[in-house]
């Protein structure tokens, strides 16, 4: 059943790309051989310094990052589209152009740290090149919206100063922008360029390496026996898989295209209308970048910037991530008990325990990693060892797999594990050494080459999946760059503050508009990015913590890639659910909405991720708010669930939902007695449906597609 359902409704690599430029493999042609070779000499040289085997100075590592980059994107696009020679040449032309200035800034290194802040001719030339071809990298890659917000900044450092006051500066040179956005590290080459080049591009491999091994399967399979039996099971196995996939994935387009091609159909199947199957997809899978404990790449930016480690940041996440993904599961459930749809027969459900028992081993880099993050090491070092030991693995496990016995086997994987183990007391040359000695055996048989193919493509699809993240970091490194030149950030903060000394609530909406609007033309990270940067100092100084502040504006990111018009996750989803990207969208936003009130209610009590202050803590004490506001937002996220599908154990009429709807809001609002207030409507609604469907005895109607 499980290999008939994936192939139903199947989705051409054509419809993926009209909303992911990168979905198709790389051409079989003489370029895209060559490209393939590039992205494969990328990730290698990505891996090589993060684990220090080869040491480069990181302005250099950033420099060669955007290099690699701006070679692949335009001759790859190319090759994809089918283009002419004509577009080719100017294509591999602009190649040619990033690949010189990444030279430019390997040779002048030393130079350049001379005269900073006192260019060259040649330094200004080299520089307008750079911008340029990062400039258009992200136009030709993610469409004009990007380029052109990141375009205004530049243009504000330029003419800013012949602006009214207050939206005047002092005035710069051009020389002095120049400067100052391309060299360095407060501009393209910037803290988000930074963050690109090491953690992320490693998660990104550990992703890719793990989805080629068949973890995608093992989630999909444990996720069908857990709970594809239950009511609406199929849209609850969409759910627990695309949130076990965010432990690998930080992408949720890329959630969306994956594991999408197989639940998305299967919804369909038993019942689940198009739009909501896509919906329900869409939210679980942009869910995924709230998932700890890899999280998307904007938790290891944020980390960063606030100069945290980076399993504060898990901790501050983990209860709304859960909390996400409990909504979502209530949605779906409301959703089936209003129309009976059931779950799938037990006997055509695979079993969690044979599918563990198969792939187990699977698991471990992800263990290893769990463990590593929580132990105080930095990301890079436990996506170095992750990604290390999945290679190991993999290649380990092919090797078992033609060893004459089962003692000789066991021998074989305790061996590997000490080796691995080896690795914390005697650095990565042994590691290294294993994993030669590794691929040399497996060059001698079929199924070992065919395994070293395998992690070979890995390596370059993971260089092809990090283009969009890379281009998207070193563009808005552009407007991180104009706010520390300009100080543009006080001004927009300002305002947010004088609106806040009135309503923190109106400068919490305020945030979240500009986050929803700036997610309708850009992804997650330069949203994150952008908004953070001008409302997080502002959300501080009206008493927000600064990481509920962060996470605020992070969650927003997220839920506006499911808000319309643009909607970039529920457009990926509708050509395998054939249906419109806006109505998939209006879906989503009916199954994601409580992940709209998590953000307020944790602003307004902290405890909820994790952190110090909040009224609540100072009356009852840390361990109980805590407990508190676990239940009131989980009550409060079941009302709105039961106002917007309509359903509870009985179909509700307007004014139950009406009611339903007034507790969610007043248990939200955390102003005096609304608690109270809550509680007493919740409780009235609980009456009057127990009332209802004891009086009626009225059941949803059974339906099998």
Excluded at 38 to 50: E, G, K, M
Excluded at 502 to 516: G, I, R
Excluded at 589 to 614: E, H, N, R, T, W
């Amino acid at each position: 059943m499980h290999d008939d359902i994936k192939t139903h409704d199947q989705v051409t690599a054509a419809e993926l790309s009209k909303h992911d430029a990168l979905t198709q493999a790389f051409p079989k042609t003489w370029d895209g051989r060559i490209l393939f070779a590039i992205a494969l000499a990328f990730s290698i040289f990505q891996i090589a310094t993060a684990a220090h085997l080869v040491d480069m100075p990181s302005q250099i590592v950033r420099a060669v990052h955007v290099g690699f980059v701006t070679v692949l994107v335009f001759p790859l696009l190319a090759a994809m589209a089918g283009r002419g020679g004509f577009a080719k040449g100017i294509a591999w032309g602009l190649a040619l152009l990033g690949a010189s200035v990444a030279s430019y800034q390997c040779y002048e290194y030393a130079d350049l740290l001379v005269r900073a802040g006192d260019p060259l001719p040649r330094d200004i030339a080299f520089g307008v090149v750079a911008l340029g071809v990062v400039f258009a990298a992200a136009w030709a890659l993610m469409g004009p919206a990007l380029p052109i917000i990141s375009g205004l900044f530049l243009a504000y450092s330029l003419f800013g100063e012949y602006l009214p006051p207050p939206l005047d500066h002092r005035g710069y040179d051009f020389s002095q922008v120049i400067d100052h956005m391309a060299y360095g590290t407060e501009g393209i080459y910037g803290i988000p360029t930074f963050v690109s080049s090491t953690y992320i591009f490693l998660f990104i491999l550990f992703g890719a390496f793990l989805e080629k091994a068949g973890m995608i399967r093992l989630f999909t399979d444990v996720s069908l026996s857990f709970v594809g039996s239950r009511r609406g099971g199929a849209a609850k196995v969409a759910i627990v898989s695309s949130g076990l996939m965010g432990t690998i994935s930080g992408s949720g387009v890329a959630n969306v295209v994956t594991t999408g091609q197989f639940t998305i159909p299967l919804m369909k199947r038993f019942g689940y209308r198009p739009a909501f199957a896509g919906g329900v997809e869409a939210t679980a899978s942009m869910g995924g970048q709230l998932m700890p404990p890899v999280m998307g790449a904007v938790a290891f930016i944020m980390a960063e910037t606030l100069g945290v480690e980076y399993h504060e940041i898990v901790k501050a996440a983990i209860i709304p991530a859960v909390l996400y993904f409990a909504s979502a599961f209530w949605m779906v459930h409301l959703e089936a008990g209003k129309y009976g749809l059931l779950g799938l027969p037990k006997a055509d459900l695979p079993s969690a325990r044979a599918a563990i028992a198969e792939q187990w081993y699977l698991l471990l880099p992800l263990a290893a990693l769990v463990w590593l993050l929580f132990s105080g090491y930095t990301p890079l070092f436990a996506g170095t060892v992750g990604l290390a030991f999945t290679a190991l693995l993999i290649l380990g496990s092919s090797i078992a797999l033609g060893l004459p016995s089962n003692v000789i086997r066991i021998l074989f994987w305790i061996g590997l594990g000490l080796v691995a183990a080896a690795f914390f007391r005697f650095g990565i040359g042994v590691v290294v050494g294993a994993m030669a000695l590794l691929i040399a055996v497996n060059a001698l048989s079929k199924g070992g080459r065919e395994t070293l193919a395998m992690c070979r493509d890995a390596l370059a699809e993971g260089a092809k999946t990090a283009l969009p993240v890379a281009v998207a970091c070193a563009l808005v490194g552009v407007i991180i760059g104009t706010m520390t030149l300009t100080g543009a950030a006080n001004t927009f903060g300002q305002f947010i503050v004088s609106v806040g000394g009135k309503s923190l609530f109106l400068s919490l909406l305020l945030t979240m508009v500009t986050c929803l609007v700036l997610g309708m033309g850009i992804p997650t990270i330069p949203n994150y990015i952008i908004t953070s940067s001008i409302a997080g100092p502002a959300l501080l100084e009206l008493g927000v913590p600064l990481i509920v502040s962060h996470m605020f504006v992070f969650y927003f990111g997220i839920l506006a890639d499911l808000t319309p018009p643009v909607a970039l996750a529920c457009f990926a989803a509708a050509p395998i659910a054939r249906e419109s990207g806006l109505k998939i969208a209006i879906q989503a936003i009916k199954v994601a909405a409580a992940g709209f009130v998590i953000p307020f209610m944790a602003v307004y009590s902290p405890a909820l991720m994790l952190q110090d202050g909040g009224a609540t803590a100072a009356a009852i004490g840390y361990p109980a708010a805590v407990a508190y506001i676990i239940v009131k937002t989980a009550l409060a996220i079941g009302l709105w669930g039961a106002a917007v599908i309509g359903f509870v154990v009985v179909r509700l009429g307007a004014v139950e939902r009406l009611l339903a709807a007034a507790a969610a809001f007043t248990l939200l609002a955390a102003l005096p007695l609304t608690d109270e207030i809550g509680f007493a409507v919740a409780a009235l609604f609980a009456l009057l449906v127990w009332r209802r469907a004891r009086t009626t005895g009225e059941k949803p109607s059974a339906k099998v597609a």
